[in-house]
């Protein structure tokens, strides 16, 4: 598997999203989403590089947002068998 991405629904989601991709998944300004990140009312990622560049961990957002999703293999050989559960929730871990 070469990687994982949040699925909702039809919609694939990438694991992080930058502020710019949070403020229009939300539906509000890039300021305000900054905003809400330096007030820790959103979920962000360590190491951001300035006060106007926060990553935000899609899973936890959503989960917050009490949005249902699935965390999906993408690439690779890396589909999941027919009629195996799909992972969902944070954290989760990687089969061996």
């Known amino acids: 598997m070469t990687g994982v991405e949040i699925a909702v629904g039809a919609t694939h989601l990438p694991v992080e999203l930058t502020t710019t991709e949070a403020a229009s998944f939300l539906g509000r300004s890039v300021r305000t ?3 809400q990140c330096q007030q820790g009312l ?3 990622m ?4 300035n ?3 926060y990553r ?7 989960e ?8 999906v293999p993408v690439g690779g050989s890396g589909s999941p068998e027919p009629g195996a559960p799909p992972r969902a929730g944070w954290p989760y871990e990687e089969e061996p």
């Open 33 to 35: 989403v900054c905003a």
């Open 42 to 44: 959103l979920p962000t």
């Open 46 to 49: 360590p190491g951001r590089q």
């Open 51 to 53: 006060k106007s560049s």
């Open 56 to 62: 935000v961990p899609t899973a936890r957002l959503l």
């Open 64 to 71: 917050m947002l009490g949005i249902a999703f699935e965390i």
